[in-house]
Each structure stands twice: as structure tokens, then as C-alpha cells.
């Protein structure tokens, strides 16, 4: 579908700048950072809704018809939007709230501007311009380790706890972050390297690709980075090869298999900076650790009353109830009992795991509303990735699905690595990370639905 409506192109380049520039500023965690790129999504969105009323059959353009999946997955996030505005209105702490809130509207805003607005054309177009910019983002993180020691990040000095650790963070402040962007980059080139049919350009620019992030998140020296890692192979392994003839598929299987093992046991008898974190993490006494402790104050936060358990505490809220919580509960003021953990030295602004605070936050309500509306894009995904592997065997493997395969599988696999990395850390707080993965999810779902 040819799209050359100017307004479309305009709404189009405006979501772009937060996507390709938001990781640049920092994530645009900071405030100062963060609206200018939200201004760009709301007038983006702004301008995408003239389109509704141009006469053009936008919707039936984009493929709403027939496809139930998508109806539940945008209707879904639509109620869970409204849901967040009711519960943002109700919050003590305005600013805090008008955050959490907009960290979902701004995501969604993304999906809608290229899921339903943009031709195939601009979609393909657009996920090159991101995956450019990851590679570029990757260079950058190393290059500053190089030269510099990450002592800055771009113009801004670094924290010291990370660059005296020689921890790499790129463009962002904190290297777990940094690992978050990268694992986006593993992704996007393990789903071209999973393809059968694509350009020897694409696989060599995937295979640097890879090289470039294996190597960003290995000196992150983030634990959840390297986990998830583990994670993403594993499902590459099980899910990216249906491309491939069933022989070739278990030979590739095996052959990275062994290399995996290789490559982890080199890390481990070299005793690499990762490696040497991963040894002395309390596994055997996780309520020792910061991040449990975390999410045990969230938990019981969440679980306080009846509604509380229902509605949350509201949005932005965990950061101004955390010294309250952060105690555990076997303390006894009658008795002047200390508490097993008591909160003396962390302030934490983030769980540090994702669903928990959505939890905390928003409650079973918004929980439901928020896996109901995922699992419907998730299955969208799914169900065309299926077609597509009838598709192959029909045609004895013959052929492949090109450019198109790349982007569902590494849509899939991103779903992935965002999942479980959020299980330990927050990085889909980090606006400049939500805004990619929403892209290229939206890319991912968008080429599904106009294929439809």
C-alpha cells in the first residue's frame, strides 16, 4: 500500500524523532528530556487522527477488518489507557502519577501512529532507520568505554559506582539500562540471521550486529542482560529456524548449541567481570538482595487492603510509599523489635521489576486489562508466524519470507527478552527503551495486519 498523504508522512516523522533520538538524550528519563519527545508523540497523534476523518477508509485501509486479535489488542489498551487516566486523576502525587500514565499513553500513541497510519513501505523503512541506530548506539558504548572508561556519558559525567567497576553504559546512565537497548539489537539481528531468504547484506549487517551486542552486554557486566540473553537464544533456537529444512534446522541447532557452550565456558574460565557478579549474588538468600527487598516492599504495598489488592496504590506512587513499606513486617514497635530489613540505606524509585509495579500500581484491575490487551497482540503475532511456517513446509522450503520474517521474528523474540529482563529491573520505565520496543512491535504487528 503506496502512502503518500502528507500528513500521514508528517505524523510519521514526528514519532520517529522520539524513537531514533529519545535512547540519544539520555533514555529521556529526565524530565527535560522526556517532554520534548512527548510533545512529538502527541502532535503525531494528533495529526494521525485528521486521517480518521479524510474520507480514505483508514481503518479498513489498515486491515481492522477480519482480525479479531487486533481488535481485542487495540480495544484492550484503549480501556487500560482510560483505566490509567481515572486511577492518574485519583493520585496523591500529581506529577509522579502524570508520568506512570503517560509512560502507557505515549507507547500506545506509537502503536496506533504505525500500526494502523503507516504503509508497508514506511514500516520496512522505519525499522531499518531503528536498527541503524542501535548499531550506532552499540558503537558509541564502546568506543566511550574505550576512550574514556565511561567516565562520561555523551556530555554528562558518569555515576562513579559504574565507571569504577569499568561497567559500560553507552548513552544511558546506568549499564543495565544500556544492556536493555542491546538486548533490542540481538533480536533484530537474530531475526535476520533466522531468515532463510534474505540479502547477503542484511546477514552480514546482522551478524556485526550480534558481535555488537554480545559484546555491549558483556561489559554492562549486567546479570539480567547476560540471563536474558540465555533466554533469547534458547527461544531463537526453538522458534527462529522454521525457515530451514528440518535436517539443516537440527545441524544449526546443535552447531550453536555447542558454541553457546563454548562461549559460556570461556567466560566462566576466564572469570569474567559478569561472571565474578553472577558468583556473588546471594542465590541461596535472595531476601538479602536490594531488588527482592524491592519487590517485597511493592508486595506489600499492594496487598495492604482490599482495594488496594483491586485498584493499586495509584500510579507513580511506589517512589513516595517506599520508606513505608520498605520494612518487612516481623518488626514490633510495642516490643522495640527491629524489623529483619529495615529501610537505612536504598531509595527506590522503581521496583525494579516491571509487572510487580504494574501490580502494585495499578492493581488486578489494570493487570488484567494490561495481559488481556498483550496476550491479543502477542497472538496476532504468533498466528501470522504460524501461517508462515505452514507456508514453508507447504512449499518443501523452497522459499522464505524475506524482510517481512526478520521483522515477526525479531518482534517475538524482543517480546521475549523484555518479559524476562522486566522480571529484574525496569526497563520499560526508561522512556527512550519503551518508545523502540512499542516501534518495533508496531512495525511487527502493523506489517501482520496489512498482509491480512
Avoid at 544492556?179 to 549487517?205: F, H, I, K
Avoid at 557486566?221 to 522458534?239: C, D, K, M, P
Amino acid at each position: 500500500m503506496r502512502n503518500s498523504n502528507p500528513i500521514s508522512n508528517f505524523s510519521i516523522v514526528l514519532v520517529s524523532i522520539a524513537i531514533v533520538v529519545g535512547p540519544w538524550m539520555f533514555g529521556a528519563w529526565e524530565t527535560w528530556w522526556f517532554w520534548p519527545f512527548a510533545v512529538c508523540i502527541f502532535l503525531s497523534g494528533g495529526s494521525f487522527a485528521f486521517r480518521w476523518f479524510d474520507g480514505k477508509h483508514l481503518v479498513r485501509e489498515a486491515g481492522w477488518r477480519g482480525s479479531e486479535m487486533l481488535k481485542v489488542a487495540v480495544l484492550g489498551f484503549l480501556v487500560l489507557i482510560l483505566y490509567a487516566a481515572v486511577r492518574m486523576l485519583q493520585a496523591e502525587v500529581h506529577t509522579t502519577a502524570e508520568r506512570s500514565f503517560l509512560l502507557m499513553l505515549t507507547p500506545f500513541v506509537i502503536a496506533l501512529v504505525l500500526g494502523l497510519g503507516a504503509s508497508a513501505s514506511q514500516l520496512r523503512g522505519l525499522y531499518k532507520v531503528i536498527w541503524v541506530n542501535l548499531v550506532v548506539i552499540g558503537v558509541y558504548g564502546i568506543v566511550n568505554h574505550w576512550a574514556c572508561g565511561d567516565r562520561y556519558v555523551l556530555w554528562r559525567a558518569g555515576y562513579e559506582n559504574y565507571y569504577r567497576t569499568q561497567r559500560m553504559t553507552g548513552c544511558y546512565f546506568c549499564p543495565d539500562h544500556f544492556s536493555g537497548a542491546m538486548e533490542l539489537l540481538l533480536c533484530m539481528a537474530l531475526g535476520a540471521l533466522g531468515a532463510r531468504s534474505v540479502t547477503p547484506r542484511w546477514r552480514l549487517m546482522a551478524a556485526a550486529s550480534a558481535v555488537i551486542s554480545l559484546y555491549a552486554i558483556l561489559m554492562s557486566q549486567s546479570r539480567g542482560g547476560a540471563l536474558t540473553v540465555i533466554v533469547v537464544v534458547l527461544a531463537f533456537l526453538g522458534l527462529g529456524l522454521c525457515e530451514w529444512r528440518p535436517r539443516m534446522r537440527w545441524i544449526t541447532r546443535g552447531g550453536l548449541a555447542v558454541a553457546a557452550a563454548a562461549a559460556l565456558a570461556a567466560l566462566v574460565l576466564g572469570n569474567a567481570s559478569v561472571v565474578e557478579r553472577m558468583r556473588v549474588y546471594p542465590w541461596r538468600h535472595l531476601e538479602r538482595d536490594s531488588r527482592y527487598q524491592m519487590s517485597a516492599a511493592a508486595v506489600r504495598a499492594w496487598s495492604e487492603t482490599p482495594s488496594t489488592r483491586l485498584f493499586g496504590i495509584g500510579p507513580g506512587m511506589h517512589q513516595n510509599l517506599w520508606f513505608h513499606y520498605a520494612a518487612s513486617r516481623d518488626g514490633d514497635r510495642a516490643t522495640g523489635t527491629w524489623p529483619r530489613f529495615r529501610n537505612i540505606k536504598t531509595h527506590s524509585h522503581e521496583v525494579h521489576n516491571d509487572w510487580i509495579q504494574l501490580l502494585e500500581e495499578y492493581g488486578v484491575v489494570g493487570f488484567v486489562l494490561f495481559l488481556v490487551a498483550a496476550f491479543a497482540l502477542v497472538a496476532l503475532l504468533l498466528r501470522d508466524y504460524a501461517a508462515q511456517a505452514r507456508a514453508r513446509r507447504r512449499a518443501d522450503w523452497s522459499d522464505g519470507g524475506g524482510e517481512d520474517f526478520c521483522i515477526l521474528l525479531a518482534s517475538l523474540l524482543i517480546v521475549v527478552a523484555i518479559a524476562f529482563h522486566s522480571l529484574g529491573d525496569f526497563n520499560l520505565q526508561i522512556p527512550g527503551t519503551n518508545w523502540m520496543f512499542a516501534g518495533i512491535l508496531s512495525i511487527g504487528s502493523g506489517l501482520v495486519i496489512r498482509r491480512k
